[in-house]
């Protein structure tokens, strides 16, 4: 079995401040996980994947995340935030190599940018 | 180029009609997945086709739901006489495939929104 957790449901920060969500998972085996964004009206986007490399994953826009696993954790973060950060984000995890590689979903943090 | 695509991006229906949802998945992917998207369920995972294997239907809510795969390509998920519960969010991904050590990364279509009045 496996599960995630946003601490979150939503996040306000300054623009040019950092940017924290955090995200906890629970898997019985070695887990993929995955950071997606959606903004309004749009479709889900990858912004970083972890697959047992480098514990520390840079993604898109800025965005990095790192994996401890002693913590159990995969938070998400960036030094500097956007305006255009302004979105719903969803931490994932999937099981490594087996046959089915279906996602399961955190119940999405809500990242609000103050101009 | 694409990325995947969905069809019709807006479905609105009456209680108790049939829908039919279409995902064209990524030019070569042999891996696709159903997921919904609705207010107190999150995203939830419904059913997945990787090339001529059996689906794992096991996220499938109820009987009234069903999804094909044609040719290995082009997939449509059909909800039989829809319920107001049914309303969300119904969203398509493609993958490469299984490779033996590796994960794939899952590309997303910009849904479906279905709304049962």
Known sequence: AQSVTQLDSHVSVSEGTPVLLRCNYSSSYSPSLFWYVQHPNKGLQLLLKYTSAATLVKGINGFEAEFKKSETSFHLTKPSAHMSDAAEYFCVVSRINFGNEKLTFGTGTRLTIIP | ?117
Request: with cysteine; glycine share 12%; proline share 4%.
């Open chain 2, 1 to 117: 180029g694409a990325g995947v695509s969905q069809s019709p991006s807006n479905k609105v229906t009456e209680k108790g009609k049939d829908v039919e949802l279409r995902c064209d998945p990524i030019s070569g992917h042999t891996a696709l997945y159903w997921y919904r998207q609705s207010l107190g369920q999150g995203l939830e995972f419904l059913i997945y086709f990787q090339g001529n294997s059996a689906p794992d239907k096991s996220g499938l809510p109820s009987d009234r739901f069903s999804a094909e795969r044609t040719g290995g390509s082009v997939s449509t998920l059909t909800i039989q006489r829809t319920q107001q519960e049914d309303s969300a969010v119904y969203l398509c991904a493609s993958s490469g495939g299984l490779k033996r050590g590796s994960t794939d990364t899952q590309y997303f279509g910009p849904g479906t929104r279905l709304t049962v009045l």
